[in-house]
Structure formats: structure tokens, C-alpha cells
């Protein structure tokens, strides 16, 4: 039985489980207690990944032996009240209440992933949770930015719809197939795709301190969600921005990301990581959020101080942590 890897996200276990089985992830699903055996869908409820109810994580402990507590921290619902608004009380309406807290999270990614394909490598496959929030758009022991689609074909990447358990394989439809002509999968590794390199120190920086605050290693989710919500707020008014915002003073990946942001269409890729990257970087610039980011991260300045980096130069605008104030 495989344990979990740190931080790793639901699906990404169950795969791990499929592997050692030699099953299908569906099989891997049922397996594990995940979801019933006489279940009409080979693909897994919508709320999957979000949260898992008490019922379902005792049935998880008594097929696999992993705890009650380990599978909760697999699901995004362990970010509620400091990364993403909080849970719902419980009350009779549960499922309804439930339902409706998924939808007000607006920079999840409700059935795919992002992914930093070095860590991939390294890790033996294992996709972590928090590759599936917006927020997260590099990474920053392997300084690169996270990638959201296949190299090759374009698709999505770690969907939840059925697919092959060894998840670092791009499930899509190989590119240059005719309507007439047989498909087949894409069949890319996705471990050895080439991500962009972060060489903007500010931008780690920034990505430093937004996965502490999801870590909650803040000063309480309060001021942590107030900065994610300035944060939503500046990526919002870049997108309806009437007179273009200019990105200047960072990497070109994340430039020419965000010049193409700004042409009419470029409003459908607002979630991806260049993009977030962008409008992270414009946020820092404002008045209010350095302000607010140092004080939910006041705590954490001397794990930010001991970080192996190479500069020391603090993101724009946040006093107090790393470079000179």
C-alpha cells in the first residue's frame, strides 16, 4: 500500500495505488473506498478532490489503513480559511452548502492541474495538491514556472476523467489527427517537458510567501485571506482593464504571457501560471497589499532568511523580509 508522498493530492495517491495494483484508476477508486462498487460513472463525483466526507474517509482508513486525518489533508478543503474562504457549518442543507462553497472558489482548478515537471522527476510521479490552485505558478526549490498544459497537444493535464495510472504520461489526443483518422493518446512524458526558468527574484519572493500563507504559516487565515483577495481583485482589474497594463521588469516568458493576456481573447487563459505571475507582480506595486502580505508573513521571516536562494532581493514593495527595508 503506498503512502502518501507530503502534499500530495487525492487523485495523485490513487493513481499511486492503481500503479502498485497494476489496475485502472477507476478500479484504484473503488479499491480504496473512494466510491462505491456499483457506482454508474467511471469518473469520480464533482466534489472529488475538494473535500471528503466523514463516512468516506473511515471507509478510505478501514480498505487502506491510511487515517481519517491524512486523507483530509489530500483534499483542497484543508486550504478553507486561509488559502480559500471557510467551510460551511454543518447544518441540514449540507450538500447544498457544500456545493456552493466549490463554486466561490474561483482560482481552483476544478479537474486538472498544474505541475512542475522536475519535481515530477524526482518524485516518483507524485502531483501535489497545491499545483491545483491558481495561486501557485512557480516553484520555488526548482526556480521554474509551473506548466498547465501538454507541450505537445495543448490538453489539460492530471484531468479527473478516466486515464492511465501512470499520470506523467499526457492522456490527450495526439496532435495532426484527422476527423477520419484513428486516435491515440499523446503519449508525452511529462516529466521531461522544459518549463520556463524564474529569474525574477521578486517573483520567488512572492511565490515564497504565498505558499507559507497556504501552509498557514502566517499570522491566521484572516490576513492571509485578505491577501488573496487583493491579489484576486488586481488579477481582476488587469482583465477589464481599460487602457492595457503594461508588465515591465520581469521574465519574457511572463511578458510575452501577459501581452497576449491583453488581446481580445486572451481573457480564457486568466488562470494560468504566467498570467497569475503577471498580475502578482502588478499587485505588489499597489498601496495596500505590501502592507497586508507583511504582516500575514511576519512570522515566517526566518524561514524565509535561512531559504537557499541566490539573491536577496525583496518582492516589490514588501518590507521586512530578506533585503534591505
Avoid at 495494483?21 to 456499483?38: E, P, Q
Avoid at 498544474?114 to 502531483?127: K, S
Avoid at 503594461?246 to 504566467?274: I, M, S
Wanted: hydrophobic share 40%; aromatic share 6%; net charge positive.
Amino acid at each position: 500500500m503506498p503512502e502518501p508522498h507530503p502534499g500530495e493530492s487525492l487523485l495523485s495517491w490513487v493513481d499511486a495505488l492503481a500503479r502498485v495494483n497494476r489496475v485502472s484508476r477507476f478500479t484504484a477508486l473503488r479499491l480504496a473506498g473512494l466510491i462505491r462498487s456499483n457506482a454508474p460513472s467511471v469518473q469520480p463525483p464533482a466534489s472529488f478532490g475538494f473535500h471528503v466526507a466523514d463516512t468516506v474517509a473511515r471507509d478510505v482508513y478501514l480498505a487502506t489503513g491510511v487515517p481519517p486525518e491524512r486523507v483530509r489533508e489530500m483534499v483542497l478543503a484543508q486550504y478553507a480559511g486561509h488559502g480559500l474562504t471557510p467551510l460551511p457549518r454543518r447544518n441540514p442543507q449540507g450538500a447544498e452548502s457544500l456545493r456552493a462553497w466549490r463554486n466561490q472558489q474561483q482560482m481552483v482548478l476544478r479537474r486538472r492541474s498544474n505541475v512542475c515537471p522536475t519535481c515530477l522527476r524526482r518524485n516518483g510521479g507524485r502531483w501535489l495538491l497545491k499545483w491545483r490552485l491558481a495561486w501557485v505558478f512557480a516553484c520555488v526549490h526548482h526556480q521554474r514556472y509551473l506548466i498547465s498544459a501538454c507541450r505537445g497537444c495543448g490538453a489539460a493535464l492530471h484531468s479527473l476523467r478516466p486515464g492511465t495510472a501512470e499520470s506523467w504520461i499526457c492522456p490527450g489526443p495526439a496532435p495532426g489527427l484527422g476527423l477520419f483518422k484513428p486516435t491515440r493518446p499523446c503519449g508525452r512524458d511529462i516529466r521531461g517537458m522544459r518549463p520556463e526558468p524564474v529569474r525574477d527574484s521578486q517573483m520567488l519572493e512572492c511565490q515564497q510567501r504565498i505558499d507559507m500563507l497556504l501552509e498557514g504559516r502566517g499570522e491566521g487565515g484572516a490576513g492571509a485571506l485578505e491577501v488573496f483577495e487583493a491579489l484576486y481583485r488586481s488579477l481582476q482589474d488587469a482583465r477589464s482593464s481599460v487602457r492595457p497594463t503594461a508588465l515591465l521588469d520581469t521574465d519574457d516568458a511572463v511578458r510575452r504571457a501577459w501581452d497576449r493576456f491583453q488581446a481580445p481573447e486572451g481573457y480564457k487563459t486568466w488562470r494560468e501560471p504566467l498570467i497569475v505571475a503577471g498580475a502578482t507582480k502588478i499587485a505588489t506595486g499597489t498601496a495596500q497589499l505590501p502592507e497586508m502580505f507583511a504582516v500575514s508573513t511576519r512570522m515566517a521571516s526566518r524561514v524565509l532568511s535561512a531559504a537557499k536562494r541566490t539573491s536577496r532581493t525583496s518582492c516589490v514593495g514588501f518590507p521586512g523580509l530578506g533585503a534591505t527595508e
